[in-house]
């Protein structure tokens, strides 16, 4: 993917953001005594001034219609869509580089893991090269996709070495992200 040259919204916390729409959520979520969510908007985000503090806005009146839409349309027809590589973990986590999802995985068959570290080798260049036009890079990426996934089957992955692979991964969630998923759990109960 092409890095943004021009981001709509960059926020340090999502959190923050959707807290900013939909007035404040609890620290922690108690089942037993609800607390109703405002949907107001706060001053720092109304149509006259739709930027926050700490966010960098490309194009302040579209971000002000956007959020007023997203206000009107209330919680129950908010979607949150994530990328997690990278955007809900950290990039650095210990002082090095941080593990993909995909690549925390170990099936405990080196030869097996070997393959995939071959093809990571092969296909991360491609992955972040932002001269590589989208559309060939998006079919190279289904490609590395679907060999790493065929190595995983053929190896065969167990239940087993999932659990260890993430409990020995170097991976972390970025700061806001634990209070992101405990607001959407109070919007969006199950």
Known sequence: MRPM???LLLSPSPC???RRLFSR???RRNPTTPRP???RLPASMSSSSARAPDSVVADADALARKVAAIRAAGPAKLQVISDFDGTLT???YDGSRGQSS???LRQGNEEFDAKREALFEHYHP???NPDIPLLEKAKLMEEWWGKTHGLLIEGGLTQNAI???VADAAIAFRDGVVELFEFLEVLFPF
Request: aromatic share 8%; glycine share 8%.
């Open 90 to 92: 950290r990039y650095w």
């Open 25 to 27: 959520a609890p620290r």
């Open 16 to 18: 923050r953001l959707l």
């Open 126 to 128: 491609i992955e972040i």
């Open 102 to 104: 995909h690549g925390l």
């Open 37 to 39: 969510l405002g949907r």
């Open 163 to 165: 659990k260890k692979s």
């Open 5 to 7: 040259t021009s981001p």
